[in-house]
Every structure is written in structure tokens, then in C-alpha cells.
């Protein structure tokens, strides 16, 4: 059975580059280029994965970001997916989970999707309470942290990773699923996947076209504030251990007090 | 006039940059040092169309020109593994073949060189460096075959091969004694080749050889382009050779002045970091700008030769680009090794084993003073000694 699958997809700022909080509002500087966040990289991955098993299957991203940045999703776009939602509007700036919940829920609302693939949590902001809460705003069965993705576009298998092993979930689709990164390898764009992806429709929506008010949304409709950021704890320089024929003991024992092994 | 790079371009970078990074120059100096080759990393370069980008669609190529190469090429030296193959393999053989070959050459050929096979360029030799015309490499024809005999030196690549594109005298111009030419796809195993390795000083994967042709017969069908008017096919080749060329300088002094720029900021020696000093900071901005001219000139170069191959334009701005590249990647590299200071030296480091391809490029795809002889007679109109 063809499926829609609509993967949530955060642009951040580029991880490897310098980043910086306003001073007002105490929230991360976005004004800069932005690109795909790599956890979400797995869920386009596994999206494309699963709509590649069935004929006539799609994959449709769904993000919201400000300024109508599409970096992040042109890189969705050259992976494969097929066409992607922007929800880009000044009144979202300093919205929080919730609200985005409400507007990405919006958004997927319209792509009638029959699976929901996000990451479990964004690699900027790591909050990882979106996805249920768009779960729940959408009235699907969320399932989380799953390392492996199974359908046969009736129903969902997933295992799902706990801190012991794995639960083996089923539940019927239309569905939430929150990804791992072990879940998949994400590819690599092609040539001909990179060339194709500009062509590729982009939808970009403001918040009044999803039926949404601004008052719910943005530091308006926000109902969590910053009250206050700190410096991060400078690491420790850790311990250095010279090898005097014992280092191998000595890593065993160390790995051994911090319960890995 | 728009210098924003488009799109797809970043794109092809970033996808590009990923994929080196994720094998880096530690993994290129293991292969080099362990005589291996740079197999994998190219393996998966290709597997993303990334070496056909440049071919035809038709071939399975991406369709695209010598700029989407110029990136490919760029971005793997950036990140540390320079890919020396690309100008032969890709920038080289497969730009002629697609140029030159009839249609089924290109059917027999191009998908395999899209997909990683290499095919290696066989044109300089002992008596005839730098002067095509003097090439002694003889095709003789016997009815459906030709007979090469002769030799080559410098050829890069050939173990890893699977053919050679290798360039011979099929005939001399009565006129000017020049030597005609033809060019043919031979296979490297072809009964009657031979190979002899030159150890050379540089730390690349890419094997370097002399080759002997005793009688080496190559089907009439293997002939690329017309019989004697080999020079004018070699010539479409040359600008794509220089051009990439130019890339993997300016690859190469992108990592360089990155690790330097890291060294600076976190080595502290006199309670400040030494990035804090201009004699350490001066000379990085310096090689920086001269970098950016050149990967600017390359571009250039790209954009012409993709649009108006062949022309005066574009000949000028592959060698003016070539040029510039290789001077901008030995001075970064330079620079970058003083700032380190002895450390610049250092296996771990990973900069002073890069010094032997900066210099060789320099010297090769063509000299600096073959370059300036061109720039002196095409470009300045000046007199000519030779």
C-alpha cells in the first residue's frame, strides 16, 4: 500500500560554527545560514527507506524555521524526498516546543500522512518533547526512540531502545515514530539527486494559512520563558594515565567502575 | 555578473566534504605509506556520480561540466586527500571520450569511468616532456590493428587502471616535421605493455610509472577521434586537467591554512595565543587572499571552458588559474608548516607530507614557465623564442 510519510525537519545553525545566544531573549542566534540538523538526517533516511520498499510512495518534509530558510531541506530534497512544507513567519520567533508542536502539527495535517517520522530530539535546542506533543495534538499513537522501522502501511513495528534492550511495539498507522541515530546510515546525496532537488516544490506557509492565530504562537503564545542562562561548567582536564605495561588493566578497571563493562 | 554559489553547488561541497572527511588525510597518508591505493575513498566518491558529473546522462553521467568536477576535486584536498586521478580519469580521458568518442566508445567506456573504474592518460615521455609535437610513440597500421611502440614516462595511476588513453605519432607533417598525431584506448594488460614504478617523493596514493610499448596491438575500433588529429583532441583535454588541477591546489591550501588557523588559536606560548601575533598572522592572511584569487580564477576557468570550451578565454583562464593555484597551495602550505612550527614538520601533523604533490604541481599538469611562456606570447603579444 502507497504511503505518505512526513518527516519533521529542524534547520539549525551550523554545529561546527560558533554559536551564540542573544542576550535579550536569551534563545539562539538563528540569523545565520542553516542547515539540516544531522539526527533528523536518520528519519529522512528511514522515511525514504520505507516509502522506497512500496510503489507509488512519498516523502514529504515538513519544517518550520525563520527568514523561509530551505538549506536544510534542499540537502532533505538531494537525499530524495519529494517535496517539502516551510512554515516560515516573523510572529514564531521565540515560540517554544508546544507552540511549534502546534504549528508542525498543522502543517503535517495537511500532507495526510500515513506515518510521522521525527527525530527524538534536536541537536540545538534538545528539548525532545515535540514529537509527542505533536502526536497528541494529531490524535496518532506515538512511538519513541526507535532503532529499527518495520511497516506494511497497516500497521508499524518498531524496537523501541530502553536503557535494558528493546521493546518490540506495534501499533496501527497512521503514526508518530521518534527515530535513533543508530537506526539507520543516512546516504549521501547523488549528483543527480543533488541537480534534481531545486526543482523540488517547496510549499511556505505563514501561520494564518495553517488556520493558526499569531497570539498562539511566538513569544505571544509561548508559556515556558528563559529566565535565566549560565556559562557551562569548563570540563575538567580529566585524568592522565601513563602506561607502565598496565594500561590495558587499567582501562578494563576504568570502564569496569563506570559500569560499561 | 553573480559570484553566489548556487544552490546545488553547496550542495555537491558539503555532500563532497562529508564523504572525504569521514576517511581524512590520516587515512590517505595510511594508504600512501602502505603503498595501497586511494580505492575506497574514490569508490565512494563515484558511488554518489560524483566522477560523472561532468558526462553525459545518456552515459550515466550527471550532466553537469568541468565546474561540478573543479568542487569534487577541491573539497576531497580540502579535506585533506587530494584525489590525483581525477584530473587523468575524469578531468582527462572521460572529458575526450564524451567529446570525441563515436558512440559506441562512449557506450563501452563512460558508464564504467562514471561508476570508479580509472582509466589512465598516457602522454609525456623521456625525449618529449612538454612538446606534444616531438612525441616518439609510433601507431603503426597493420589491416584492422594498429601496433604502438615506444615509451612513456610519468604516467600516473596505470597499476590501478583498467585501460590507458595513450597518445601516439601515427605520421609527421612533411611541412613543419611536427608529428602527427592519434590517440588510442588501450588496456593495461594488453600483451606487449609494460611497466617500470618511479619512486618519487611524494606522500599520495597514486603510483607513478614508465611504460614500454613493444609491439603493442590495439584493435582500429580503440582509435579515439580522427587518425592524425590526435593534437587538436589532446588540446580539449588540457584545459579540464588544469583546471581541476588548480582545484586540488586550492584544496590542498584550504586544509592547510584550517589546521593552521587552529594552531594559532589554541598555541600559547607567551601567555597569549600566537594567532595574537602578526608574524604568525600576517603571512596566514597573506596566503589566504592568494588562495582566494586563485580559487576565484579557477572558477573562472571552470565557468568558461563549461560554456565555451575551446576558446582563447577559457585556455588563458585554466593556465592563469593553474598557475595561481599551485603557487596559492605551496605558499599556504608554507606558512601553514611555519606557524606550526616544528610540529609543521611532524608525521602527526599532517602537513609537511603534503609538500611533495603542492610542489609537484608546480611542475605538472604544466610547468609555471610554460604557463608564463603562454601568458607572455597569447596574453601580452610578446615575442616568441621557440
Known amino acids: 500500500m502507497a504511503m505518505n510519510v512526513v518527516v519533521c525537519v529542524k534547520q539549525i545553525p551550523d554545529p561546527a560554527a560558533p554559536s551564540s545566544l542573544d542576550p535579550g531573549t536569551k534563545t539562539l542566534n538563528r540569523s545565520g545560514k542553516l542547515i539540516l540538523d544531522d539526527s533528523d538526517s536518520y528519519g529522512v533516511e528511514m522515511a525514504l527507506q520505507l516509502a522506497g520498499n512500496v510503489e507509488g510512495s512519498e516523502v514529504t518534509l515538513v519544517s518550520m524555521a525563520p527568514g523561509g530558510e530551505v538549506s536544510g531541506l534542499r540537502t532533505a530534497l538531494a537525499m530524495g524526498a519529494a517535496r517539502a512544507i516551510l512554515v516560515s513567519d516573523d510572529s514564531l520567533a521565540g515560540s517554544d516546543a508546544l507552540s511549534t508542536a502546534k504549528v508542525l502539527a498543522a502543517a503535517i495535517r495537511r500532507a495526510e500522512p500515513d506515518l510521522v517520522i521525527a527525530a527524538t530530539e534536536s541537536t540545538d535546542g534538545y528539548t525532545g518533547t515535540l514529537p509527542v506533543q505533536v502526536a497528541e495534538l494529531l490524535g496518532l499513537p506515538s512511538v519513541t526512540f526507535a532503532k529499527s522501522v518495520a511497516t506494511d502501511g497497516r500497521n508499524l513495528k518498531v524496537e523501541r531502545q530502553t536503557e535494558a534492550g528493546y521493546d518490540e511495539v506495534e501499533c496501527p498507522l497512521p503514526a508518530v515514530v521518534t527515530v535513533t541515530a543508530g537506526v539507520v546510515e543516512p546516504r549521501y546525496p547523488s549528483f543527480k539527486g543533488i541537480m534534481a532537488a531545486k526543482s523540488k516544490p517547496v510549499e511556505t506557509l505563514t501561520v494564518s494559512d495553517l488556520g493558526l492565530d499569531a497570539s498562539q504562537v511566538g513569544w505571544a503564545g509561548a508559556r515556558q520563558e528563559i529566565t535565566d542562562v549560565s556559562e557551562a561548567e569548563a570540563r575538567s582536564a580529566g585524568e592522565v594515565v601513563v602506561d607502565e605495561g598496565d594500561g590495558a588493566e587499567r582501562i578494563v578497571a576504568f570502564l569496569e567502575q563506570v559500569k560499561v563493562v | 555578473m553573480d559570484f553566489a554559489e548556487s544552490e546545488e553547488h553547496e550542495l555537491l561541497r558539503s555532500a563532497t566534504g562529508e564523504i572525504a572527511r569521514r576517511f581524512g588525510h590520516d587515512y590517505f597518508v595510511q594508504q600512501a605509506r602502505s603503498s595501497g591505493s586511494s580505492g575506497e575513498l574514490w569508490q565512494a566518491i563515484a558511488d554518489q556520480g560524483f566522477l560523472g558529473a561532468h558526462l553525459p546522462e545518456a552515459y550515466g553521467g550527471g550532466g553537469g561540466g568541468i565546474s561540478e568536477l573543479t568542487i569534487v576535486c577541491e573539497e576531497t584536498a580540502t579535506q585533506g586527500c587530494p584525489l590525483l586521478l581525477i584530473l587523468v580519469s575524469a578531468a582527462i580521458c572521460a572529458e575526450l571520450i564524451a567529446r570525441f568518442g563515436t558512440d559506441g566508445q562512449k557506450a563501452a567506456w563512460l558508464p564504467g569511468l562514471v561508476a570508479g573504474e580509472k582509466m589512465a592518460f598516457a602522454i609525456t615521455e623521456p625525449d618529449a616532456g612538454s612538446n606534444s609535437h616531438r612525441l616518439g610513440t609510433t601507431a603503426r597500421r597493420d589491416g584492422d590493428l594498429y601496433v604502438l611502440k615506444g615509451t612513456k614516462t610519468f604516467i600516473s595511476g596505470v597499476d590501478e587502471a583498467s585501460r590507458l588513453l595513450v597518445v601516439t ?97 589554541d598555541r600559547s606560548v607567551w601567555g597569549v595565543p600566537i594567532a595574537t601575533h602578526q608574524g604568525i598572522a600576517h603571512p596566514l592572511a597573506t596566503a589566504k587572499v592568494e588562495l582566494e584569487l586563485a580559487r576565484l580564477m579557477t572558477a573562472k576557468a571552470a565557468w568558461l571552458h563549461d560554456h565555451d570550451p575551446g576558446s582563447a578565454a577559457a585556455g588563458e583562464a585554466a593556465n592563469m588559474a593553474k598557475y595561481a593555484a599551485a603557487e596559492a597551495a605551496l605558499h599556504c602550505l608554507d606558512v601553514a608548516i611555519q606557524t606550526h612550527g616544528g610540529n609543521g614538520m611532524t608525521t602527526e601533523f599532517g602537513l609537511a607530507d603534503l609538500w611533495g604533490l603542492a610542489r609537484l604541481l608546480r611542475i605538472a599538469p604544466v610547468s609555471r614557465e610554460m604557463i608564463l611562456n603562454f601568458v607572455a606570447g597569447h596574453s601580452l603579444g610578446l615575442a616568441k623564442s621557440y
Open chain 2, 169 to 265: 605519432r601515427t605520421g609527421t607533417d612533411e611541412e613543419s616535421g611536427r608529428g602527427r598525431l592519434s590517440l588510442f584506448v588501450v588496456d593495461a594488460d594488453a600483451p606487449g605493455l609494460t611497466r617500470q614504478r618511479i619512486p618519487v617523493e611524494m606522500t599520495i596514493p597514486e603510483k607513478q610509472f614508465t611504460l614500454f610499448f613493444d609491439d603493442v596491438e590495439v584493435p582500429a575500433d580503440r582509435l579515439l577521434g580522427q587518425e592524425h588529429e590526435g593534437l587538436r583532441v589532446v588540446f580539449h583535454g588540457l584545459n579540464p586537467e588544469r583546471i581541476t588541477g588548480a582545484a586540488i591546489g586550492n584544496g590542498i591550501g584550504r586544509y592547510a591554512l584550517a589546521k593552521a588557523a587552529a594552531y594559532a588559536n
